[in-house]
């Protein structure tokens, strides 16, 4: 996925697609940029702080437009909702420990020997859907 376009391409491509530039708008991709992974509920009550008349359906709708015009993207990376984040920077996917929550952006590149061998299957991976669930370094280190 490329990176996510400047603010000037962003708005150019929403009323390409026929979809007005509405503050809320604005307002829910200011917050996932801030937020960095956060749940549509996360996102809502952040943009709550500034505009309380905002509702979740809104903040669902608006996600669902703007993962479809390439602006953001989501992982699941719990059993609650999905967890969105921008496509500015790099393309990752996540690591997330069992024990303690924490969620580790990887870079892709560190994926290249295993898209590599799914390549040799006729596969090619969404990174940015990829989810490993195991344990980091600390919580295994306090199991042992």
Not at 3 to 23: H, I, M, N, Q, V
Not at 31 to 39: N, P, Q, R, S
Not at 101 to 111: K, N, Q, T
Not at 114 to 134: E, K, Y
Request: with cysteine; glycine share 8%; aromatic share 6%.
């Amino acid at each position: 996925m490329p990176d996510r376009p400047e603010s000037t391409d962003w708005r150019a491509a929403l009323r390409e697609k026929g979809y007005r530039l509405t503050p809320q708008r604005e307002l829910i991709l200011g917050a996932v940029d801030e937020l960095g992974h956060a749940t549509p509920d996360e996102v809502l009550a952040h943009v709550q702080q500034t505009v309380s008349t905002i509702n979740a359906s809104t903040v669902y709708r608006t996600l669902e437009v703007l993962e479809g015009l390439g602006l953001v993207r989501h992982a699941h990376l719990s059993d609650r909702a999905p967890t969105y984040h921008s496509t500015r920077g790099h393309v990752h996917f996540h690591l997330v420990c069992r024990g303690c929550g924490e969620v580790i952006s990887v870079d892709e590149e560190e994926a290249a020997p295993f898209v590599a061998a799914l390549a040799t299957r006729g596969f090619v991976p969404d990174l940015g859907h990829l989810t490993v669930f195991g344990r980091c370094a600390a919580c295994e280190g306090e199991s042992s």
